[in-house]
């Protein structure tokens, strides 16, 4: 009933207002993945009037945002979350800009997900609502600084490791690699200082222990006789 126009008008503002209550504690509270998809595509399709999604757009965010966090892991329950942000976009657009620094980081994170699906569905969201999130509001910019920084020292961390001893022979490549994490002490965020005290705990990793070495022990030909000691 929500998705056709002419009878929605026909609701009453109250039953209205009951139909958009149930929706959110049906998303937010199941722990059923259908139920949730179910109850976050009756948010992309339906078609209440702006006024009307204005006054009530905090209820039907929340539910939106709990869905495009994904608490059940579920690559459908993502897509409707998708869907219903589009949906929001095109009715709400200055709200749905306005609140980007809470929404779009769980859709851009998902441009570097190892699962193609949801690399697409993001892209695909991010392109149609391009003209409401570009140019960027500044809140927004300043989060996704904060996540490169988080996600860049993460990956510094590891490259470290993965060096291992080696590094110490190229010691023009880690004084360059030590300004990347030299960068963040000044920061002010807790999660790139944090993932700062990880980096350089692979730094220590990665120089203070040596690497493994293998040895083989040679057997005796046959024949021979085997000394000890």
């Given amino acids: 009933m929500i998705y056709h126009p002419s009878l929605v008008a026909a609701v009453v503002v109250d039953d209205a207002i009951l139909v958009i209550e149930s929706l959110v504690k049906l998303i937010v509270t199941t722990k059923t993945k259908s139920v949730c998809n179910l109850g976050v595509w009756c948010i992309s399709i339906q078609q209440f009037r702006a006024p009307f999604l204005h006054a009530h757009f905090d209820s039907l965010f929340q539910a939106v945002v709990h869905a495009l966090n994904n608490p059940i892991g579920s690559l459908s329950t993502t897509f409707e979350a998708i869907q219903a942000v589009m949906k929001l976009a095109t009715q ?8 980007s620094l809470i929404w779009a980081p769980p859709i851009y994170r998902r441009l570097l997900s190892f699962d193609k699906r949801e690399r697409d569905m993001s892209e695909r969201c991010l392109s149609k609502i391009k003209p409401i999130i570009l140019p ?91 000394n000890k000691c």
């Fill in 136 to 226: 960027p509001p500044l809140v927004l910019s300043k989060e996704l600084v904060k996540d490169i920084k988080v996600q860049t020292i993460h990956a510094w961390g590891w490259f470290i490791r993965l060096l291992g001893s080696h590094a110490m022979k190229n010691r023009h490549l880690i004084n360059e690699m030590l300004k990347i994490p030299e960068h963040t002490f000044s920061d002010l965020n807790p999660q790139v200082l944090i993932a700062a005290q990880v980096a350089w705990e692979g730094l220590i990793d990665a120089l203070i222990h040596p690497p493994m070495v293998v040895v083989t022990e040679i057997q005796p030909r046959r024949g021979m006789v085997r």
């Fill in 92 to 99: 709400l657009s200055d709200k749905m800009r306005d609140s």
